[in-house]
């Protein structure tokens, strides 16, 4: 797959603290990718670089195979996790005046900020005042202004904090709708259940470091541990629960099921197929319940992180 940005071998110091050591990160044209790390980790210096906000120390960042160039700033949308609207300006003035500041014509920028208030149901905030907005509110407006000029990247750094579930929602369905347009993401985060949801390959940094990056289902894969989670319906529950313990690596399981099953999670060694265990349990018991362990990104994170303290 073609890529959009290239980030080479990036540094960037602060006086004595390094904020990014050598961090490199490719992302393909057409994919939401996800930028993860706890607070202070260096994600946001990363955002800042892309933006050319501020340059970095050593490195390299390409942009549809050019090295990064000023100019290239009107093919970026940033949505920043710090707001930035004017407070005391209109919602569509300030609309307005943005969109001409990304090159588009009063005519254009009008016609398009029509079609995205009326997909999101705000036109009736176009006279209102920023203030008068809660901070959900303005988030919604930013994200029109982010997405308007139809650039090539679009950057979201913590995208749903201020949303409520229901606002959240239409803003996951609109970034999936733009990247079914053809549209490149990098969204940044520390939440994870929305790495789950959106994105097709993430990286993780942590402590000015990336630790991993890849395809999240190719990670999952690298995570997984061959173990099952299973329900099972017998007459002597105990004894067959002593039968497993000597035979495999055993452990509690807590999936929701409409049966009263005894629920075990199996860890199976590398060389031992699940449809050798299928058939083994078939003779102890009727197996309602049988599903691989497929590790979560916040499984994920938390390991890696741990494992790299």
Same mark, same amino acid.
């Given at each position: 797959?073609?890529?959009?940005?290239?980030?080479?071998?990036?540094?960037?110091?602060?006086?004595?603290? %390094?904020?990014?050591?050598?961090?490199?990160?490719?992302?393909?044209?057409?994919?939401?990718? #996800?930028?993860? #790390?706890?607070?202070?980790? @260096?994600?946001?210096?990363?955002?800042?670089?892309?933006?050319?906000? %501020?340059?970095?120390?050593?490195?390299?960042?390409?942009?549809?195979?050019?090295?990064?160039?000023?100019?290239?700033?009107?093919?970026? #949308?940033?949505?920043?996790?710090?707001?930035?609207?004017? $407070?005391?300006?209109?919602? @569509?003035?300030?609309?307005?005046?943005?969109?001409?500041?990304?090159?588009?014509?009063?005519?254009?920028? *009008?016609?398009?900020?029509?079609?995205?208030?009326?997909?999101?149901?705000?036109?009736?905030?176009? !006279?209102?005042?920023?203030?008068?907005?809660?901070? @959900?509110?303005?988030?919604?407006?930013?994200?029109?202004?982010?997405?308007?000029?139809?650039? *090539?990247?679009?950057?979201?750094?913590?995208?749903?904090?201020?949303? !409520?579930?229901?606002?959240?929602?239409?803003?996951?369905?609109?970034?999936?709708?733009?990247?079914?347009?053809?549209?490149?993401?990098?969204?940044? %985060?520390?939440?994870?259940?929305?790495?789950?949801?959106?994105?097709?390959?993430?990286?993780?940094?942590?402590?000015?470091?990336?630790?991993?990056?890849? $395809?999240?289902?190719?990670?999952?894969?690298?995570?997984?541990?061959? %173990?099952?989670?299973? #329900?099972?319906?017998?007459?002597?529950?105990?004894?067959?629960?002593?039968?497993?313990?000597?035979?495999?690596?055993?452990?509690?399981?807590?999936?929701?099921?409409?049966? !009263?099953?005894?629920?075990?999670?199996?860890?199976?060694?590398?060389?031992?197929?699940?449809?050798?265990?299928?058939?083994?349990?078939?003779?102890?018991?009727?197996?309602?319940?049988?599903?691989?362990?497929?590790?979560?990104?916040?499984?994920?994170?938390?390991?890696?992180?741990?494992?790299?303290?």
């Amino acid at each position: 797959m073609e890529n959009l940005l290239v980030a080479e071998n990036i540094y960037k110091r602060f006086g004595g603290y %390094t904020a990014l050591n050598n961090v490199s990160i490719t992302i393909p044209k057409g994919s939401v990718f #996800g930028l993860l #790390g706890p607070n202070g980790a @260096g994600k946001t210096t990363f955002i800042r670089i892309i933006n050319q906000i %501020t340059m970095p120390d050593e490195g390299q960042v390409y942009l549809d195979g050019r090295p990064l160039h000023p100019e290239d700033i009107q093919h970026i #949308g940033y949505l920043p996790e710090e707001r930035g609207l004017y $407070k005391s300006m209109k919602v @569509g003035e300030q609309a307005l005046y943005l969109a001409r500041l990304k090159g588009l014509s009063k005519a254009e920028a *009008k016609q398009r900020l029509q079609y995205w208030f009326e997909k999101l149901e705000i036109t009736g905030w176009w !006279d209102k005042k920023i203030q008068e907005l809660s901070k @959900g509110m303005a988030q919604k407006v930013q994200f029109v202004i982010t997405v308007l000029h139809n650039p *090539k990247l679009l950057i979201f750094d913590e995208p749903f904090s201020g949303f !409520d579930p229901v606002n959240a929602n239409i803003i996951k369905r609109e970034i999936l709708e733009l990247k079914e347009k053809g549209a490149t993401i990098l969204f940044s %985060t520390h939440r994870m259940e929305s790495v789950e949801e959106l994105c097709d390959y993430m990286a993780l940094i942590n402590k000015s470091n990336k630790l991993l990056d890849g $395809k999240v289902s190719e990670i999952k894969k690298e995570y997984k541990n061959n %173990t099952f989670e299973v #329900g099972l319906e017998c007459e002597h529950e105990a004894a067959l629960m002593t039968e497993l313990q000597e035979k495999f690596k055993v452990g509690a399981a807590h999936f929701k099921s409409i049966n !009263d099953d005894l629920k075990v999670s199996i860890q199976l060694q590398p060389h031992e197929n699940p449809n050798d265990l299928i058939q083994y349990l078939l003779t102890k018991a009727r197996i309602n319940h049988f599903v691989e362990v497929i590790p979560s990104v916040n499984d994920i994170f938390i390991k890696t992180v741990t494992h790299n303290a």
